[in-house]
């Protein structure tokens, strides 16, 4: 079995939800409905490169998540040993709401993790503005779905 059996129905019902919940969850997390706003008031001085590149890798990550999560879910049934697998695209999956929608404008799971510590952070303060991270999620998540297409069909 290969990975295309996740765009076959009914599967791909399963991902186009997943996604779904997955960036609502993302901008509801962030905070990113509230962003939007003062994007639109602020559109002279935003970084528009930045913006739509972080917007583009967040969808980027929600679909690897919801592909991640059918088809650990069909091999799970199907074999019922891929927990390395399944971890990895978990991890990947939190590590796209750490970071939320736009690392730069909203707060990000991570970010209000630390505040509840007394520690500010923001992913400004990182080299790419934390589009670093995101790339790092998406390594993460294509790395879970080579895992878990690579593992074998259990034989009866």
Do not use: D
């Given at each position: ?26 901008i ?6 509230n ?7 602020y559109a002279?001085?935003i ?15 929600g679909?690897?998540?919801s ?7 069909i ?27 736009c690392p ?13 510590f007394?520690?500010g ?32 069909e259990?034989?009866?």
């Amino acid at each position: 079995m290969n990975l295309k059996i996740v765009f076959k129905k009914p599967h791909i019902y399963q991902v186009i939800g997943i996604f779904l919940i997955y960036i609502l969850l993302n901008i509801w997390l962030s905070g990113f409905y509230n962003t939007i706003k003062l994007i639109i008031i602020y559109a002279s001085t935003i970084n528009w490169f930045e913006l739509i590149i972080s917007i583009i890798l967040t969808l980027t990550i929600g679909v690897l998540v919801s592909v991640n999560s059918v088809y650990a879910y069909i091999k799970y049934k199907e074999r019922k040993k891929c927990l390395n697998e399944a971890t990895m695209a978990v991890a990947g999956g939190i590590g796209g709401l750490i970071v939320g929608v736009c690392p730069l404008c909203v707060t990000g799971l991570f970010p209000l993790i630390f505040s509840f510590f007394g520690i500010g952070f923001s992913f400004a303060s990182l080299p790419l503005k934390g589009i670093e991270v995101q790339i790092l999620v998406i390594i993460i998540l294509l790395i879970s779905l080579f895992m878990l297409n690579k593992t074998k069909e259990k034989r009866i």
